[in-house]
């Protein structure tokens, strides 16, 4: 570990025998893996790796070489990034590839692996890492609470929840959300209004949305079609929409004396 003032790592033995030992033909790289209920949000997951990164500066670095031993120093280069797994893992770490970042992050359907180069750490402390990010990645998807909980015993709103998460993690180019608020009390309503505002913030895609709950249709939409009977009657902004003579009759309501 680095001295407070210090800008560098000093390697203890094992790491000065793995870095001097890792060849092409030889990896000093293991792996951990877990299997999650549902399909990997891949948002969701890299969200989590750029969040519990800077809790464990020890993996946050790159190798050096210096006069006589190898030497870590902190990486402050783009990444690490996730990426699809691969049917060779556990690859020997290349010094100058993916930008130095000796810690790999990996995704597959319901699998997330890590692959860590050993001069960085032994297996107890890289669990200890993975554990975090798992624990991260389940707070990312808003399920953290209920990880020991089967799919079908979660509540309601929270079932909706997952749908959502699994649609998202096949990296859609639209989400098409059929009313999804259909069932839920007020407060899940409000909490899922918050989701999609988040999915939209953080995703590059499109949603189409169908709901009869119109508060929620306002909040969210850019552009609103709206049916009756089979038949469009109405298209614009929300504020269009919202006065709207028809639209109102049909879905908002007048008073008496109108």
């Given amino acids: 570990m ?16 793995y870095s001097a030992l890792q060849k092409e033909e030889y ?24 969040r519990c990164m800077p809790r464990f500066p020890s ?26 797994d691969v049917s060779d ?11 130095g970042w000796l810690v790999r992050f990996y995704y597959y359907r319901e699998r997330i692996s890590v692959e860590v180069f050993h001069a960085l750490s032994d297996g107890g402390g890289a669990i200890v890492f993975f554990r975090t990010l798992l624990a991260e990645y389940l707070r990312q998807t808003g399920l953290y609470e ?8 979660l509540p309601y709103g929270l079932q909706r929840r997952l749908e959502i998460a699994r649609a998202l993690a096949t990296e859609p180019r639209m989400l098409l959300l059929d009313e999804p608020a259909a069932g839920m009390n007020p407060q899940e309503t409000n909490e899922l209004k918050e989701l999609v505002l988040q999915i ?26 709206v049916m009756e009977y089979g038949s469009r ?16 009759q049909a879905y908002l309501g007048e008073s008496e004396d109108a």
């Fill in 233 to 248: 009657i109405a298209a614009g902004t929300p504020a269009e929409v919202r006065s709207n003579p028809r639209v109102i």
């Fill in 59 to 84: 993996f946050a670095v790159r190798i050096r070489k210096g006069l006589f031993w190898y030497y870590l120093e902190p990486n402050h280069a783009p990444g690490p990034f996730l990426k699809e």
């Fill in 146 to 153: 209920h990880r020991y909980s089967l799919a079908k015993s």
């Fill in 27 to 50: 990896s000093a790289i293991y792996r951990f893996s877990a299997r999650m209920e549902g399909e990997v949000d891949p948002a969701a997951l890299q969200r989590a790796i750029d």
């Fill in 200 to 225: 939209r913030a953080d995703r590059d895609l499109s949603i189409l949305l169908i709901e009869h709950d119109m508060g929620m249709v306002m909040s969210l939409s850019d552009r609103i079609y």
């Fill in 89 to 99: 893992p556990c690859q020997p770490v290349r010094f100058r590839e993916d930008n």
């Fill in 2 to 17: 680095a001295r407070p003032d210090s800008k560098w790592y000093k390697l203890d033995s094992a790491g000065i025998l």
